[in-house]
């Protein structure tokens, strides 16, 4: 029967599960970075705050993709219950819900005693009067600020468990090669730190745009190059695996390898480019900002590309 | 202990379809948008003039070890201990994770449109009340009445038998362990039950 075989990809999960998948592993690790960073290598009030709100920013537009696309958002409840894990302890979706939500607690907290104490959010309309209030003051004073560190490694390990996931959950579909190996959550964890570096590089360049910051922005841009090298080995093993691996696989693998979005676009652009990019400002320095700015820009972007086909080039083996 | 399990002899599928007519009407399924819980695959194989036509039913295998049930993450997917995996549609949200496990392609959503459609192709009968994938249950209601999955009872060439794998006398059990029918891809690690005998050694 097996030489009937036929070979489709999926229409199922498409588009929006890439910006899910990438949104996700994104916010998750720019709040791990942020985080990490402030409890281990500079205080930093601008960079916490930013990479918090802006990471659980992320998270919310990331899930409300998939929210929206479900058959019928009301069971959602069902996911949300943290008792869930007890009842479907195999299902990556719904530790990875958990991850996501705990995650944005943890993130809200460890942020909150730099929110009372920013002037400039006691002063916005809305946002300010709740600052003021005094059960914010106690709350921040009290347990936030008590056990400051305890909940930044909270967030940490949620964090770290979200970007995980979006790797495990393709993982977990048996019938697709691509998809179904230990190195696509590896692959997926290291373009979401390396992405999150981008980011945050981004913000450091563009927005924080603090003096003192040039030895975090040193650390950053060495930290992502080592990544985007690790991002490039993974992919080269992949495309050994997927060459002399089953029909699925090398199907896959043909989609992949003959597509000029994957090969210029993420493999070019988004990869090998911010590479030495990243790598010469490494060894020699750059003297302006736009080369750092030019390859965050392409990492980020390089970073949905991958989501983006390997959600589309997933092959399924059917014998009919 | 009863283990349900279907047998499929493609030398016997006519093609005629009336397995999916059988089981759209007895599990109202959105048969409007082409969407079926057991279908036939028409198929050309061969070239030149050596070409033969092949019917190939498929369903839900009512995997041992199903992978929709893993991933499921609310567990609406669950398993009876016959082995006929289910869903249940108040604790289903459709993120649609059990289709994109499935390596069969025995997943099939129902909207709510299909829901308000469903309510005037079936009239009063009509029984679900809200959107969530489905997939085929063996026609677990039949069996309880002691009869036959609908696309079995309707089978004109016999194509299908239905079973207990517990029961050595069953010759559906027996056709399993003869190794005549075969499961699907059974290297995915899924232990399927729904069997196949093939029709290519026959036809030469």
Same mark, same amino acid.
């Given at each position: 029967?097996?030489?009937?075989?036929?070979?489709?990809?999926?229409?199922? @999960?498409?588009? @929006?599960?890439?910006?899910?998948?990438?949104?996700?592993?994104?916010?998750?690790?720019?709040?791990?970075?942020?985080?990490?960073?402030?409890?281990?290598?500079?205080?930093?009030?601008?960079?916490?705050? @930013?990479?918090?709100? &802006? /990471?659980?920013?992320?998270?919310?537009?990331?899930?409300?993709?998939?929210?929206?696309?479900?058959?019928?958002?009301?069971?959602?409840?069902?996911?949300?219950?943290?008792?869930?894990?007890?009842?479907?302890?195999?299902?990556?979706?719904?530790?990875?819900?958990?991850?996501?939500?705990?995650?944005?607690?943890?993130?809200?907290?460890?942020?909150?005693?730099?929110?009372?104490?920013?002037?400039?959010?006691?002063?916005?309309?809305?946002?300010?009067?709740?600052?003021?209030?005094?059960?914010?003051?106690?709350?921040?004073?009290?347990?936030?600020?008590?056990?400051?560190?305890?909940?930044?490694?909270?967030?940490?390990?949620?964090?770290?468990?979200?970007?995980?996931?979006? /790797?495990?959950?393709?993982? &977990?579909?048996?019938?697709?090669?691509?998809?179904?190996?230990? /190195?696509?959550?590896?692959?997926?964890?290291? &373009?979401?730190?390396?992405?999150?570096? =981008?980011?945050?590089?981004?913000?450091?360049?563009?927005?924080?745009?603090?003096?003192?910051?040039?030895?975090?922005?040193?650390?950053?841009?060495?930290?992502?190059?080592?990544?985007?090298?690790?991002?490039?080995?993974?992919?080269?093993?992949?495309?050994?695996?997927?060459?002399?691996?089953?029909? &699925?696989?090398?199907?896959?693998?043909?989609?992949?390898?003959?597509?000029?979005?994957?090969?210029?676009?993420?493999? /070019?652009?988004?990869?090998?480019?911010?590479?030495?990019?990243?790598?010469?400002?490494?060894?020699?320095? @750059?003297?302006?900002?736009?080369?750092?700015?030019?390859?965050?820009?392409?990492?980020? =972007?390089?970073?949905?590309?991958?989501?983006?086909?390997?959600?589309? =080039?997933?092959?399924?083996?059917?014998?009919? | 202990?009863?283990?349900?399990?279907?047998?499929?002899?493609?030398?016997?599928?006519?093609?005629?379809?009336?397995?999916?007519?059988?089981?759209?009407?007895?599990?109202?399924?959105?048969?409007?948008?082409?969407?079926?819980?057991?279908?036939?695959?028409?198929?050309?194989?061969?070239?030149?003039?050596?070409?033969?036509? !092949?019917?190939?039913?498929?369903?839900?295998?009512?995997?041992?070890?199903?992978?929709?049930?893993?991933?499921?993450?609310?567990?609406?997917?669950?398993?009876?201990?016959?082995?006929?995996?289910?869903?249940?549609?108040?604790?289903?949200?459709?993120?649609?994770?059990?289709?994109?496990?499935?390596?069969?392609?025995? !997943?099939?959503?129902?909207?709510?449109?299909?829901?308000?459609?469903?309510?005037?192709?079936?009239?009063?009968?009509? !029984?679900?009340? !809200?959107?969530?994938?489905?997939?085929?249950?063996?026609?677990?209601?039949?069996?309880?009445?002691?009869?036959?999955?609908?696309?079995?009872?309707?089978?004109?060439?016999?194509?299908?038998?239905?079973?207990?794998?517990?029961?050595?006398?069953?010759?559906?059990?027996?056709?399993?362990?003869?190794?005549?029918?075969?499961?699907?891809?059974?290297?995915?690690?899924?232990?399927?039950?729904?069997?196949?005998?093939?029709?290519?050694?026959?036809?030469?």
């Amino acid at each position: 029967m097996d030489v009937t075989m036929s070979y489709t990809t999926q229409e199922i @999960w498409t588009w @929006w599960i890439a910006v899910y998948l990438y949104l996700g592993g994104l916010g998750a690790a720019t709040l791990v970075v942020t985080f990490l960073t402030d409890m281990y290598l500079k205080n930093h009030r601008a960079l916490v705050l @930013w990479g918090a709100f &802006s /990471g659980i920013a992320m998270l919310s537009v990331g899930s409300l993709m998939l929210f929206i696309h479900l058959l019928d958002p009301r069971a959602v409840l069902h996911v949300i219950n943290p008792l869930v894990l007890f009842r479907q302890p195999h299902s990556w979706i719904a530790w990875g819900t958990q991850f996501i939500i705990w995650m944005m607690w943890w993130g809200l907290f460890y942020a909150l005693p730099y929110l009372v104490q920013s002037e400039r959010a006691r002063k916005l309309p809305l946002l300010g009067a709740v600052l003021r209030l005094k059960v914010m003051n106690r709350l921040s004073n009290r347990c936030c600020l008590r056990f400051h560190k305890t909940i930044g490694w909270l967030a940490t390990i949620n964090g770290i468990g979200v970007a995980v996931y979006t /790797g495990l959950l393709l993982q &977990s579909f048996p019938a697709v090669a691509l998809w179904h190996n230990p /190195g696509v959550p590896l692959l997926f964890t290291v &373009s979401a730190f390396s992405t999150a570096l =981008a980011y945050l590089l981004l913000l450091l360049n563009l927005v924080i745009k603090h003096e003192d910051d040039y030895y975090l922005k040193v650390f950053y841009e060495r930290t992502d190059t080592m990544l985007i090298a690790a991002e490039l080995v993974i992919l080269f093993s992949f495309f050994h695996y997927m060459a002399a691996g089953n029909e &699925s696989a090398f199907r896959s693998a043909q989609l992949l390898w003959q597509d000029m979005g994957w090969l210029i676009g993420f493999i /070019g652009l988004g990869l090998i480019v911010p590479f030495l990019l990243e790598l010469k400002g490494v060894i020699k320095g @750059w003297t302006g900002r736009l080369p750092i700015v030019t390859a965050s820009v392409l990492v980020l =972007a390089g970073g949905y590309l991958l989501r983006h086909y390997f959600m589309y =080039a997933g092959v399924y083996a059917h014998p009919w | 202990m009863t283990r349900f399990a279907m047998v499929i002899d493609l030398n016997t599928c006519v093609g005629c379809n009336a397995c999916m007519a059988a089981c759209a009407m007895e599990n109202q399924t959105p048969v409007w948008k082409n969407k079926w819980r057991t279908y036939v695959h028409d198929k050309e194989i061969g070239s030149g003039e050596d070409v033969h036509r !092949r019917f190939f039913p498929r369903l839900c295998n009512h995997c041992d070890n199903p992978p929709c049930l893993s991933v499921c993450p609310t567990g609406a997917t669950y398993k009876l201990d016959n082995g006929i995996v289910k869903v249940d549609e108040a604790l289903c949200m459709g993120c649609r994770a059990c289709a994109m496990a499935c390596p069969y392609d025995a !997943r099939l959503e129902v909207t709510h449109d299909d829901v308000e459609t469903g309510r005037d192709f079936y009239g009063e009968a009509y !029984r679900r009340s !809200r959107p969530s994938m489905d997939k085929c249950t063996f026609c677990d209601h039949r069996l309880e009445q002691g009869l036959q999955p609908a696309c079995v009872e309707t089978c004109v060439g016999s194509a299908r038998q239905f079973g207990d794998l517990d029961d050595p006398n069953d010759p559906v059990a027996q056709m399993v362990a003869r190794g005549v029918a075969r499961p699907l891809m059974p290297h995915l690690g899924t232990r399927p039950n729904v069997y196949y005998i093939d029709d290519l050694k026959r036809r030469g």
